[in-house]
């Protein structure tokens, strides 16, 4: 499984409206539909949410390759940074 990390100015849209997803869940919470990052990936599944934030089993569209996508609160990301 690759390990990818989307970037501050990703979005999260619902597959079918086309509108931003009020939760980075697998599934709108709208309507039932799939959750996509960045018109790249579709989110499938929770992988496992902790202190660190969450992670994702997701599919890259492009090939169909199994990923996973951990997504970090913004306060956790800066302090990441290296100089």
């Known amino acids: 499984m690759n390990t990818e ?9 619902c597959a079918a409206r086309g509108e931003p997803s009020p939760l980075a869940e697998p599934a709108c919470v709208v309507c039932g539909d799939d959750v996509l990052l960045d018109g ?21 569209l492009v090939d169909g390759a199994t990923v996973a ?9 800066d302090s990441l940074k290296t100089t």
Do not use: C, Q
């Open 5 to 13: 990390t989307p970037t501050h100015d990703t979005k999260l849209l």
């Open 40 to 60: 790249r990936y579709r989110l499938d599944a929770v992988l496992g949410r902790g202190a660190m934030g969450v992670t994702y089993r997701a599919t890259r």
């Open 69 to 77: 996508i951990k997504e970090l609160p913004f306060h956790r990301v």
